[in-house]
């Protein structure tokens, strides 16, 4: 919850639980289930605020995704990583669902 706050939210959690198995050495992501839909929206948008707080860079936060989904996103930060790998000097960024230069990104 702490957390959440460092990302300017304070909303409502109806449900939170550890996924997957549990193992030595491994860390579980955390499924929390928010009131509404606009407060999910709010979070993810906030979400890059917690890159500012010492205690929270290695804290990641993204949308539920269907399998489908998920292997599209794998596939988005493939080409991602392949297209900042073969142009080093450029810098790119998933928008939508293409990858492309930042000096194309429109706020």
């Known amino acids: 919850?702490?957390?959440l706050e460092k990302?300017?939210?304070k909303p409502q959690i109806l449900e939170c639980c550890r996924?997957?198995?549990r193992r030595d050495g491994s860390v579980r992501p955390v499924k929390i289930t928010?009131?509404?839909s606009s407060t999910v929206v709010e979070v993810l948008r906030n979400a890059r605020m917690l890159r500012d707080a010492e205690d929270c860079r290695r804290i990641i936060i993204?949308?539920?995704r269907t399998v489908e989904q998920r292997k599209a996103q794998k596939e988005?930060?493939?080409q991602l990583k392949k297209m900042r790998t073969d142009n080093p000097g450029r810098r790119y960024r998933i928008r939508g669902d293409?990858?492309?230069?930042c000096e194309d990104?429109?706020?």
């Open 1 to 3: 919850v702490g957390v």
């Open 7 to 9: 990302a300017g939210q």
């Open 19 to 21: 996924l997957g198995m």
């Open 34 to 36: 928010l009131s509404s």
């Open 62 to 64: 993204c949308p539920d």
């Open 76 to 78: 988005l930060v493939d």
């Open 98 to 101: 293409q990858v492309v230069p």
């Open 105 to 107: 990104v429109v706020p």
